[in-house]
């Protein structure tokens, strides 16, 4: 049977099905699920902070192809402290002389606020646990963190170890931090610890447990002496969601939960780190240590910028200040010397920025909408809750103006342009206006390309609609106007103007201003007719200007024309002239 002349043949599922891609997916297994069928923490919601650790000098500079100089890591380290996070890990002592002296250095210069705990990182053999402790000397507040991988590929391939020796390098470990920081440090350093059992991700849940309750028997958790158990994503694995079911399943399983920091070390390797960190803490833990704006080994550690906005942005303080986005950005690609991608999460060049016409429109509407509600309830739009489209925050709250909410482009349509125009000159195009300015736009992006800078959209606009003495285009040139009125209500206009290059007085009357002017434009040849009239003041107060916008039919030819002035009657002459003179140029 022929398929009928001018329908579409139709497409079946099979000619849509996915083709194998041919890759070696055999080489892969599945990751396992944990058993919990009660779970909790779907039903979870993060209303608070979490304990937050930054480690960016120790997890994020050994990932770096150049590791910070001691000046860009104490420029990181005073950024840390400036935006107020309370842990930091500040390096790794043992493994060299660059770390052990900055840890020095900013304890003895007295860098590290009394509120401020510092972090360093050993390894677990004695030597290195002892140069560790060292550094710390003098300090008011200080954690030794210590780690030994317990998963069974490492245990068979790296250590070649049994499991009761894996866990007994961590009870071993875990005593000579102790007996060194008795030793070593006085009674004017709080001294705290934290166990990681590395690549927890890939550790049996019952032999992790087995390792963080034996390193708890040596360290004997209790009242105001937590210990913090760091649960690490070395190598992301597995979904967000199982992530948070190993958690759950810890948090349920330790037998001194209430005395236990638990904590959640994400690493970015599926993409998902943030989503792990977050359902993670829905699930029990209390920590979250990452970097900003996700540095760190491979694909990064877990974001701790994109963290702390989005609780932010869902009205829960994050207890730390991002208010300087740029600065916090220029000062990590300072000391990093890595550059933020311009989509990076609220930090990024571009994240507040729209060039899609439709999103523009939605932009421009929302803030409108934004001013007419808070007017409405008698507030400042700070004021209300947010609701502007496509701004998941106000970008005013990191420091970010509004200049680059709307950027012109190809891709771009009526409401981008007048947002700009409202926005940096305080024009408020009506609908029709902004239609037909909108695709003088379009052909300068289509001949010219790129994107269109607000400075450009302006000089167009101007040179389109605003002829003045230094851009004299056009037939007339309004030189100054009065209006009498009669006692039936009738105006009589009379005009000084310059038409066609001539001094010439125009006279016409009419039921207004602008019908009187049509009157008086007839004699010079003109056929105008009035379709539409809006204005709006620009600014408040007695030196205020208008704007008054008017769409005429002239010799059947439909265009806008604007005219700006502190007189209102003026302005909208100043606007007929705009269209008229478009009419002929």
């Known amino acids: 049977m022929s398929q009928p002349v001018g329908r579409p043949t139709p497409v079946t599922n099979a000619t849509q099905a996915q083709k194998p891609?041919?890759?070696?997916?055999?080489?892969?297994?599945?990751?396992?699920?944990?058993?919990?069928?009660?779970?909790?923490?779907?039903?979870?919601?993060?209303?608070?902070?979490?304990?937050?650790?930054?480690?960016?000098?120790?997890?994020?500079?050994?990932?770096?192809?150049?590791?910070?100089?001691?000046?860009?890591?104490?420029?990181?380290?005073?950024?840390?402290?400036?935006?107020?996070?309370?842990?930091?890990?500040?390096?790794?002592?043992?493994?060299?002389?660059?770390?052990?002296?900055?840890?020095?250095?900013?304890?003895?210069?007295?860098?590290?606020?009394?509120?401020?705990?510092?972090?360093?990182?050993?390894?677990?053999?004695?030597?290195?646990?002892?140069?560790?402790?060292?550094?710390?000397?003098?300090?008011?507040?200080?954690?030794?963190h210590l780690y030994n991988a317990t998963a069974p590929t490492f245990r068979r391939v790296v250590f070649r170890g049994t499991k009761e020796q894996v866990k007994q390098i961590a009870v071993d470990g875990t005593r000579l931090v102790m007996e060194y920081a008795d030793k070593i440090l006085g009674d004017e350093t709080i001294f705290g610890y934290q166990y990681s059992p590395e690549i927890f991700t890939d550790t049996e849940l019952d032999f992790a447990l087995e390792v963080c309750e034996a390193v708890c028997d040596v360290w004997q958790p209790e009242e105001g002496r937590e210990i913090i158990l760091n649960l690490p994503a070395t190598v992301e694995r597995s979904t967000p969601s199982t992530h948070a079911d190993r958690f759950e399943w810890m948090s349920r399983n330790l037998s001194r939960r209430e005395h236990v920091c638990l904590s959640v070390h994400p690493h970015n390797d599926r993409g998902t780190a943030v989503a792990a960190a977050e359902l993670a803490i829905m699930a029990g833990a209390d920590r979250i240590e990452g970097c900003l704006f996700g540095q760190g080994e491979r694909t990064g550690n877990v974001d701790l910028v994109t963290l702390g906005m989005n609780l932010f942005s869902q009205g829960v303080d994050p207890q730390i200040d991002f208010s300087q986005i740029d600065e916090i950005r220029r000062t990590s690609e300072y000391c990093n010397q890595m550059e933020i991608h311009p989509r990076h999460p609220y930090a990024g060049d571009l994240v507040y920025t729209a060039f899609s016409g439709s999103h523009q429109d939605a932009i421009k509407k929302g803030f409108d909408a934004m001013e007419a509600d808070a007017a409405a309830a008698g507030k400042t739009v700070d004021d209300i809750e947010w609701a502007v489209p496509y701004l998941p925050i106000d970008p005013k709250d990191v420091g970010r103006s509004y200049e680059a909410v709307i950027r012109v482009n190809s891709q771009s349509g009526k409401g981008g342009i007048a947002y700009v125009l409202k926005n940096d000159h305080k024009l408020d195009l009506p609908r029709r206006m902004q239609i037909e300015f909108s695709k003088i736009i379009q052909q300068k992006t289509d001949s010219e390309g790129g994107e269109v800078t607000p400075t450009a959209i302006w000089s167009v606009f101007q040179d389109e609609y605003l002829p003045n003495p230094e851009n004299p285009w056009g037939r007339i040139q309004l030189r100054s106007g009065q209006t009498t009125t009669d006692k039936d209500g009738r105006d009589t206009l009379t005009v000084e103007a310059v038409v066609d290059g001539r001094d010439t007085v125009l006279t016409g009357t009419g039921n207004g201003p602008i019908s009187a002017f049509f009157e008086a434009l007839a004699t010079t040849g003109v056929d105008a007719r009035l379709l539409d009239y809006q204005e709006h003041t620009m600014s408040e107060g007695a030196s205020a200007q208008a704007a008054s916008y008017i769409e005429c039919a002239i010799d059947g030819v439909v265009l806008w024309g604007i005219g700006i002035d502190a007189n209102t009657t003026r302005a909208s002459l100043k606007a007929v002239i705009s269209a008229v003179n478009r009419a002929s140029r």
Do not use: C
């Not at 990181?76 to 935006?83: G, P």
């Not at 060299?96 to 009394?114: H, K, L, M, Q």
């Not at 710390?136 to 954690?143: E, K, P, V």
């Open 21 to 144: 891609s041919g890759m070696p997916i055999h080489k892969y297994g599945q990751y396992d699920a944990v058993d919990i069928p009660d779970r909790t923490w779907p039903n979870g919601r993060i209303t608070k902070a979490p304990r937050w650790l930054s480690t960016d000098l120790r997890d994020g500079n050994q990932a770096l192809i150049d590791p910070m100089s001691p000046a860009r890591k104490r420029e990181m380290f005073d950024l840390l402290v400036r935006m107020g996070y309370k842990e930091i890990e500040v390096g790794f002592p043992s493994s060299g002389e660059t770390d052990f002296n900055f840890v020095r250095s900013i304890i003895e210069e007295g860098a590290i606020p009394e509120d401020v705990t510092i972090s360093v990182l050993t390894q677990a053999r004695e030597e290195l646990i002892e140069r560790t402790v060292e550094s710390l000397r003098g300090a008011h507040r200080a954690t030794v």
